[in-house]
């Protein structure tokens, strides 16, 4: 057969309805996923709605991944109707969508429910320049903080505290958090992490002391919003401690 007559082919069929569709709801995911965050970013709602809507587009991407692989059936060189590319951009878009929302209910399942994560749970590094400056909740976020996290714990260096509160206060500016306040006669730096995507606000105090020749870094990190942080502020104290350490000795 010659590549005339194949061109002819393919242009006689037609599009695939499924794979059209499963494009149409895959655009409306990530549309529904913009209004979500640009919403919640203008103050027009909270993030429980905000999440209610990333929830809806989650459905959709859901939906368009079903039609897509009826599409794709449908679209296979062998098959009867055009839409193939429409297929392939349908899962690019979907995939990420779903990825990310089965991570999330996971991370929800897998981590307590408990969103203010501090290395001294006994004496917690207390909050003074922040926006909300909140008391540690106390001794059953503790405990449950302990059963997840046990390998959270101050971090002891043989460096003097100055030379470890200029560290401590690089890292942050280099990580691109908000100093909050930073003073060194204290050995005390506040900062606020800004998530990437909603804009979330997450508090960090480090508290830097000195007892028996050594310097002893505390790190206590809260979520402003919601009852559950997923794990992240206890990662957040791992990894700035691990660099901390890596920097100071």
Known sequence: MSQNNVVNKNSRKS??????LGLVLAIAAMVNIAISVVGYRLGWWRHPQAFSLFGWATYAAIAALI?????LFKTRPQGQQRGFLLVIMSIILSVPIISVTVMFEYNTKAYPRINDISTDTLDPPSFWDVAEPMEYPGESVAELQQAAYPDLKSLLLPVSPGQVFKHALAIIT?????????VPEEGRIEAVVTSLLYGFKDEVVVRITSSNGETIVDVRSRSRIGRIDRGTNAKRIRNYLKILKERAI
């Open 15 to 20: 599009i695939s309805k499924m794979a059209l």
């Open 67 to 71: 039609a897509s692989a009826y599409g």
């Open 174 to 182: 280099d990580k691109g958090w908000e100093v909050v306040a930073k």
